[in-house]
């Protein structure tokens, strides 16, 4: 096992930077797991830590060793993709066998690493049968499985869950972390699924544009992060953005105002009558009738109920202040019997506002 590090990894192609001046480390034996938009850089990195993509500057270790120039097979890193790429004409057991064949393993080992490696994945009643004779989610535990068969240094996983169903996808996300539990072995896994991230990572590294826009442990980023693309990418539903004025005592949106918190207040000396990006999860903010802790600072605003999405446990709502169309979307209590069209008051946290330079994005509270 190794840890990977990245230091200045940029590429160009002729027209457009994909990832520029890339710089981590993964630690021995963790889980770090990239998210971002689509065309943000994620695969980019992964390959070039493979090996399959040339970086146009930077260095790349595994290890102690400078990584440069190695030929991907000579980099002991084993990489599953969402799309499995099994050998169709082989078994099960044939494909789980072959990185260990390709490198002379003795017979009678590869048979028992294959049967502890399709052990771990229940996938040993499988073992004869052909990847045409496999479901969605069988084939991606075979393609998992044939990469963790080889015991490589690091394990390099491209959204191998975005082909399965959701249930499938929820219990093989399970199994992917306890297996590595287990393991240990230093992975980094690309994903734009934001609870992926939150569930499986170590860290979490999010890219924007081919940038590192924040490292951090899951719980630290979604409390503290640092620019508004990251405040939104992570968190579902997420954050609502309001862009509002600061007058000195309120902040102005559309018509309707929300008190500065003292706090806030005291801490950053905003100057008067410019614009802001002020950010509120979800879950920080009431409807009627749930009524706000007493010990709380909050605000209220009027919004239009613009769609209500039932979720079972809760309803999702997206509403609008009637004047400006700016909207906020929170979570109602199952019990709720709102409609479209209806007008209601809600009740932010204001202990929980964020505020974002609006031109840079970067958090400033
Ligand atoms: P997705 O989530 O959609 O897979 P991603 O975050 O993995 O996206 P990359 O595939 O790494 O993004 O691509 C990053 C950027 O580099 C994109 O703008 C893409 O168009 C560009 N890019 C990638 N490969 C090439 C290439 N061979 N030639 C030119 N541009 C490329």
Same mark, same amino acid.
């Given at each position: 096992?190794?840890? *990977?590090?990245?230091?200045?990894?940029?590429?160009?192609? /002729?027209?457009?930077?994909?990832? &520029?001046?890339?710089?981590?480390?993964?630690?021995?034996?963790?889980?770090?797991?990239?998210?971002?938009?689509?065309?943000?850089?994620?695969?980019?990195?992964?390959?070039?830590?493979?090996?399959? &993509?040339?970086?146009?500057?930077?260095?790349?270790?595994?290890?102690?060793?400078?990584?440069? %120039?190695?030929?991907?097979? +000579?980099?002991?890193?084993?990489?599953?993709?969402?799309?499995?790429?099994?050998?169709?004409?082989? /078994?099960?057991?044939?494909?789980?066998?072959?990185?260990?064949?390709?490198?002379?393993?003795?017979?009678?080992? *590869?048979?028992? !690493?294959?049967?502890?490696?399709?052990?771990?994945?229940?996938?040993?009643?499988?073992?004869?049968?052909?990847?045409?004779?496999?479901?969605?989610?069988?084939?991606?535990?075979?393609?998992?499985? !044939?990469?963790?068969? !080889?015991?490589?240094?690091?394990?390099?996983?491209?959204?191998?869950?975005?082909?399965?169903? +959701?249930?499938?996808?929820?219990?093989?996300?399970?199994?992917?972390?306890?297996?590595?539990?287990? =393991?240990?072995?230093? /992975?980094?896994? *690309? /994903?734009?699924?934001?609870?992926? +991230?939150?569930?499986?990572?170590?860290?979490?590294?999010?890219?924007?544009?081919?940038?590192?826009?924040?490292? %951090?442990?899951?719980?630290?980023?979604?409390?503290?992060?640092?620019?508004?693309? *990251?405040?939104?990418?992570?968190?579902?539903?997420?954050?609502?953005?309001?862009?509002?004025?600061?007058?000195?005592?309120?902040?102005?949106?559309?018509?309707?105002?929300?008190?500065?918190?003292?706090?806030?207040?005291?801490?950053?000396?905003?100057?008067?009558?410019?614009?802001?990006?002020?950010?509120?999860?979800?879950?920080?903010?009431?409807?009627?009738?749930?009524?706000?802790?007493?010990?709380?600072?909050?605000?209220?605003?009027?919004?239009?109920?613009?769609? =209500?999405?039932?979720?079972?446990?809760?309803?999702?709502?997206?509403?609008?202040?009637?004047?400006?169309?700016?909207?906020?979307?929170?979570?109602?209590?199952?019990?709720?019997?709102?409609?479209?069209?209806?007008?209601?008051?809600?009740?932010?946290?204001?202990?929980?506002?964020?505020?974002?330079?609006?031109?840079?994005?970067?958090?400033?509270?």
């Amino acid at each position: 096992m190794a840890n *990977v590090r990245l230091q200045g990894i940029t590429r160009r192609f /002729t027209n457009t930077t994909a990832i &520029e001046n890339i710089t981590f480390e993964v630690p021995d034996g963790e889980f770090w797991v990239m998210v971002g938009p689509s065309g943000c850089g994620k695969s980019t990195i992964l390959r070039t830590i493979a090996g399959l &993509e040339t970086a146009t500057g930077g260095n790349l270790y595994i290890g102690d060793t400078l990584m440069n %120039g190695v030929p991907a097979r +000579a980099r002991d890193v084993a990489m599953v993709f969402q799309n499995y790429a099994l050998y169709p004409h082989m /078994t099960v057991a044939e494909n789980l066998a072959f990185g260990l064949r390709m490198r002379s393993f003795e017979k009678k080992m *590869v048979r028992e !690493r294959v049967e502890t490696v399709a052990r771990s994945l229940d996938i040993s009643h499988l073992l004869d049968r052909k990847p045409k004779q496999l479901s969605g989610g069988q084939q991606q535990r075979v393609a998992l499985g !044939r990469a963790i068969a !080889r015991q490589p240094q690091v394990f390099l996983l491209d959204e191998p869950l975005s082909n399965l169903d +959701a249930q499938l996808r929820d219990d093989t996300r399970a199994e992917l972390k306890q297996l590595h539990q287990k =393991v240990g072995i230093t /992975t980094i896994y *690309v /994903t734009h699924d934001q609870v992926e +991230a939150m569930t499986l990572a170590d860290q979490i590294i999010v890219l924007n544009q081919g940038r590192i826009q924040q490292i %951090g442990d899951p719980q630290n980023i979604y409390a503290r992060p640092a620019n508004r693309m *990251v405040a939104t990418f992570l968190g579902s539903p997420p954050m609502n953005i309001l862009s509002a004025t600061y007058t000195g005592e309120v902040f102005q949106i559309g018509n309707e105002s929300l008190p500065c918190p003292f706090a806030l207040r005291n801490k950053l000396k905003l100057p008067e009558g410019k614009t802001f990006d002020l950010g509120i999860r979800p879950e920080h903010i009431w409807i009627e009738p749930q009524t706000p802790p007493e010990e709380k600072e909050y605000g209220q605003l009027v919004i239009e109920v613009h769609v =209500v999405e039932p979720l079972g446990r809760e309803i999702l709502v997206r509403g609008r202040l009637p004047e400006s169309g700016v909207v906020v979307n929170f979570q109602a209590g199952a019990d709720w019997r709102g409609r479209p069209g209806d007008r209601l008051t809600i009740q932010l946290d204001l202990n929980q506002l964020f505020v974002f330079d609006s031109t840079t994005g970067d958090t400033l509270y």
